[in-house]
């Protein structure tokens, strides 16, 4: 017997060594840069044939690319339309200053992105809430297979999860990405802050595909949650505002990696404060725009339907200003026409009410508030503060500064609130006002983790302050009744409550 265990052991230790030499000599798996992932697309109503986009990434050699689609396993595969596929690249940005916008000594630079493609497939005919698989196929081999669902129709229960402030190469990110998965909700939105430090190709490629398309979930990697359920963000000040483009030209990659609606109300980049200025870098621009056409400027700002919510996702960067006339109404009109709509959701980055010391000034988009409340808006949500916190449902009337507008020179927007402290975790009746959740723990560094166990720092507004742990929300909608928790990055429950129309 003796005899026998060595034998075993030295082939144990045969067989592995041939393991990690086959593994470290197997080709690499060239067939993607990014492997596929799903978005809405510029779909934002619900349609009873549902439909949903895939992107996929790929070197610049032409191949024949097809997508074919499958309710079941005993139906056939159903071809889609052909897809469509741009050219995406970026020259190499000048050297860096060091000490100018964190540069450090010999710091080379924005690295030359290499052309490449992204592809775009439709798939169409998709029965509303229903589970269906779909294949990638090269010239004519299938070499990419996942699940998916179509979106949700107006009577159907569904569950999100919204998280902010997450790429940022972080264990944390890798830990809500996995917590994430584990929910298993019908879509993700990111409030802002999708990528750090500046939304670049090249942070896309090491910090927000490997870990939200990892092939593998796991606490410390990631999940493979972008080839099976659609995300869809709003552009926080790290993808578009700090994109400084003139260092950095693979930045705003925002516009040319996600596919969101393109109902939102401006057209031209950088027309009267509405839109992002696109400044710098010459040599970079028409690539860019040409790449990134038809969604720059205007996927910064839109509207969809999920089940029977309606959804508007606002840019609150700094070279927006929605005290202009124009953006108020296009909010007004968007929502008050949403009337089939139960509840009405809207999002953004920066938020109005915050009670961290972090961004406290930063109080801009309160002057929304008004139209949220006339508008019937259930629950506005943000992120940029890296913690979490839920306000009383609340009203707020702005006063105005001594010069006429409502904000002041630090953006600081004075006003008086009245506060629903009955409301509590919402089993004794239906809020008075509008709740203002800030869900900016998904990954990056924590803001002011020293004012959870001390409210007496938090504004009067402040229900809630959970800032020692990483989190999401994790949103269940049921007819008229919601019901929202927010869950840690290892599981457990840190606040809940619940919100019957
Ligand atoms: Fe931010």
């Known amino acids: 017997m003796p005899k026998l265990t060595k034998l075993t052991k030295t082939l144990a230790t045969v067989c592995l060594a041939a ?4 593994s470290q000599s197997a080709p690499v798996d060239e067939t993607f840069l990014e492997k596929p992932y799903l978005q809405l697309g510029d779909a934002p109503q619900l349609a009873s044939k549902e439909s949903l986009v895939l992107l996929w990434h790929t070197d610049n050699k032409p191949a024949d690319w097809a997508v074919e689609v499958r309710t079941s396993k005993d139906s056939n595969w159903r071809r889609m339309e052909a897809p469509s596929a741009r050219k995406v690249s970026a020259p190499k940005g000048p050297p860096a200053v060091a000490g100018v ?67 940022e190469g972080t264990p944390a990110s890798k830990a809500v990405a996995y917590q994430a998965s584990l929910a298993k909700p019908d879509f993700i939105f990111v409030p802002g802050d999708i990528v750090y430090s500046a939304g670049r190709i090249s942070e896309y490629r090491t910090k927000f595909f490997p870990v ?17 359920i659609p995300f869809i963000a709003s552009p926080g000040n790290h ?4 994109a400084n483009y003139r260092r950095f030209p693979d930045a705003l990659a925002y516009f040319l990696y996600w596919d969101q609606p393109l109902n939102g109300p401006m057209t031209a980049a950088g027309t009267a404060k509405l839109a992002h200025s696109l400044e710098g870098n010459p040599e970079a621009q028409p690539g860019f725009l040409e790449s990134a056409k038809p969604r720059y400027p205007r996927m910064a700002n839109f509207s969809f339907d999920y089940g029977n919510s309606h959804w508007v996702v606002l840019d609150a960067n700094t070279y927006m ?15 008050s026409a ?28 309160r002057s929304l508030a008004p139209i949220f409340e006339a508008e019937h808006v259930d629950i506005v949500f943000a992120g940029h503060v890296h913690n979490y916190q839920r306000s009383f449902p609340m009203t707020f009337v702005p006063k105005p500064q001594p010069d006429g507008k409502l904000k002041g020179p630090g953006g600081q927007v004075a006003g008086d609130w009245t506060l629903d402290h009955d409301f509590a975790d919402g089993a004794k009746g239906k809020p008075r006002g509008v709740i ?9 560094n924590l803001y002011n983790p020293e004012q959870e166990a001390n409210p007496v720092s938090w504004q009067p507004f402040t229900n809630k302050f959970i800032s020692q742990v990483h989190s999401m929300s994790v949103v269940d909608i049921r007819g008229k009744t919601l019901r929202m928790r927010q869950v840690s990055d290892t599981g457990k429950d840190v606040d809940a409550f619940r919100l019957v129309k």
């Open 338 to 365: 949403a009337k089939s709509a139960v509840f009405r959701f809207v999002a953004f980055h920066q938020p109005g009410f915050n009670s961290a010391k972090s961004h406290f000034n930063e109080q801009y988009m």
């Open 239 to 242: 993808d578009t505002a700090l």
């Open 436 to 444: 203002y959740i800030v869900s900016g723990a998904g990954g990056a």
């Open 101 to 167: 916008n964190g540069a450090k000594k010999n710091d080379e630079g924005s690295p030359a992105i290499a052309p490449h493609l992204v592809y775009r497939a439709t798939m169409t005919n998709l029965v509303p809430g229903k589970d269906f698989s779909y294949r990638v196929l090269k010239d004519g081999k299938s070499v990419f297979e996942s699940n998916a669902r179509a979106r949700k129709a107006a009577g159907q229960a569904y569950r999100f999860v919204l998280f902010g402030d997450c790429a």
């Open 19 to 22: 393991a990690l030499l086959l």
């Open 212 to 228: 939200y398309n990892s092939d593998t979930a796991a606490a410390d990697r990631g999940a493979p949650l972008l080839r099976s």
């Open 321 to 335: 200003d929605w005290n202009e006339p124009a953006l108020r109404d296009w909010l007004s009109k968007d929502l």
